[in-house]
C-alpha cells in the first residue's frame, strides 16, 4: 500500500511517502528562522507558512518516492492534536487531494505518530512496549499494545520537557527551538554545579512536573544577577538538562516496571537529546530493560511517522469521511 503521509501539527509542514512501513520520501520544511526571532512559535505565521508550503513539498514528496497523485493509495493527515491554524492547512489540503484523486483519507492523531515512530527504524521493539513522548508541547509515558491501542500512564502536569528547554534558552538569550543550543552548551558545563530541584511529585506517580524547574532556574540567574555575580551559561545548562533528563528516565524505568514491561522506546523532539539517551542506555541495562531509540530525523515532527500510523488505523478501522475536523487536544491524553 502506498501512503502519502502530511503533517503541519505546530511550525514544520511536513509530507512523505512510505510503502507500507518503508520510507520512500520524507520531506520537511522548517520554519524556525521565522520563529526564532519571537523566541516561540507565533501561530498565525505558522499557519501562513504552511499555507505557502503545504503543496510544493507534498509534489516534492511524491516526485523523490517517484509516484504520482493517482498511485497513491491512501492520504494520511495529522488531525491534531496542536495549533487549529497548522492542522487545518494540512488537514484541510489532505481532504482536498483526497477529494479529487478519490483516495481514501485518514486522519491521525500526532501523538500516535510519534508513539509509532521507533517503527521507523531499523530494529522495532515488539508489543506491548513503554513509551515515552517528550516534545515541545507534550510530555507523556503511554503504554503500547498495538498499532493502535495505546493507554496514557502519567503525562506533564504543567510545563512539557521540551518547552522548559525553549524557556531556559529564551533566558539565557539562546535561539529558538532552545533544546538543541541547551544541550550544546551543556556540554561545556558542570551537571553537577547547581542542584537544581527534581520534581518527583507523588511516590509511584508516572506524571511530570517542569514548571517549578523552569523557575528554579529564572530565580538562580535573578539572584546571581542580584549579587553580581557571575552567570555561567555551560553550567546553568548541564544542570538544568540533568534535572529533566534524570526524571525522564526514572519515571519511564519506574512505569516499565510497574506494568512488568521488558521494552522502552522515546520519541518527540527532546528524544534526540544526548544525554538522556545515554542515561537511558544505562539504566536500561542495570533494569534489565531493552531501550529503543528512533533515528534522528524521526524524533522531532515529520510525515513518515503519520503516513505508518495512518497506514496501520486504516487497516483496522477504513477510512473517515471528509467532514472530519481538526482538534487542539489528542484523546490519547
Ligand atoms: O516533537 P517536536 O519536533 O515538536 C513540537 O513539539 O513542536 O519537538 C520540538 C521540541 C522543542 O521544544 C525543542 O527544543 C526540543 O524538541 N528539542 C530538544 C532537542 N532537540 C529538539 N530538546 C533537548 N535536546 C535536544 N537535542
Not at 534522528?296 to 477504513?318: E, P, Q, R, S, V
Request: proline share 5%.
Amino acid at each position: 500500500m502506498l501512503i502519502l503521509g502530511i503533517e503541519s501539527s505546530c511550525d514544520d509542514t511536513a509530507a512523505a511517502v512510505l510503502q507500507g512501513d518503508t520510507v520512500l520520501a520524507n520531506i520537511l520544511t522548517s520554519q524556525d528562522v521565522i520563529h526564532t526571532k519571537f523566541g516561540g512559535v507565533v501561530p498565525e505565521l505558522a499557519s501562513r507558512q504552511h499555507l505557502q508550503a503545504v503543496h510544493p513539498v507534498v509534489e516534492k514528496a511524491l516526485s523523490e518516492a517517484g509516484t504520482t497523485l493517482d498511485k497513491i493509495d491512501l492520504i494520511a493527515a495529522t488531525q491534531g492534536p496542536g495549533l487549529i491554524g497548522s492542522l487545518l492547512v494540512g488537514f484541510s489540503y489532505a481532504k482536498a487531494l483526497s477529494m479529487v484523486s478519490k483516495t481514501p483519507m485518514i486522519g491521525v492523531d500526532h501523538m500516535a505518530g510519534h508513539i509509532l515512530s521507533i517503527f521507523l527504524s531499523k530494529n522495532p521493539p515488539v508489543f506491548p512496549y513503554i513509551s515515552l513522548i517528550v516534545s515541545g508541547g507534550t510530555s507523556a509515558i503511554y503504554l503500547a499494545e498495538s498499532f493502535t491501542k495505546f493507554s496514557c500512564l502519567g503525562r506533564t502536569r504543567d510545563d512539557a520537557a521540551g518547552e522548559a528547554f525553549d524557556k531556559v534558552a529564551k533566558l539565557l538569550g539562546l535561539p529558538y527551538p532552545g533544546g538543541p543550543h541547551v544541550s550544546k552548551m551543556a556540554e561545556a558545563g558542570d551537571p553537577d554545579y547547581i542542584k537544581f530541584p527534581r520534581s518527583w511529585l507523588e511516590p509511584d506517580s508516572l506524571d511530570f512536573s517542569f514548571s517549578g524547574l523552569k523557575t528554579s532556574v529564572l530565580n538562580y540567574v535573578n539572584q546571581q544577577k542580584v549579587k553580581n555575580q557571575k552567570i555561567s551559561a555551560p553550567d546553568i545548562c548541564a544542570s538544568f538538562e540533568k534535572a529533566v533528563v534524570e526524571v525522564l528516565v526514572n519515571k519511564t524505568i519506574l512505569a516499565a516496571e510497574k506494568y512488568n514491561i521488558p521494552s522502552i522506546a522515546i520519541g518527540g523532539g527532546v528524544s534526540a537529546n544526548s544525554k538522556l539517551r545515554e542515561l537511558f542506555h544505562h539504566e536500561c541495562t542495570l533494569a534489565d530493560k531493552v531501550f529503543y531509540a528512533p533515528e534522528l530525523n524521526y524524533c522531532t515532527d515529520n510525515a513518515a511517522m503519520i503516513a505508518l500510523a495512518g497506514g496501520h488505523i486504516y487497516k483496522k478501522n477504513g477510512s473517515i469521511p471528509l467532514d472530519h475536523d481538526v482538534y487542539s487536544r489528542s484523546s490519547l491524553g
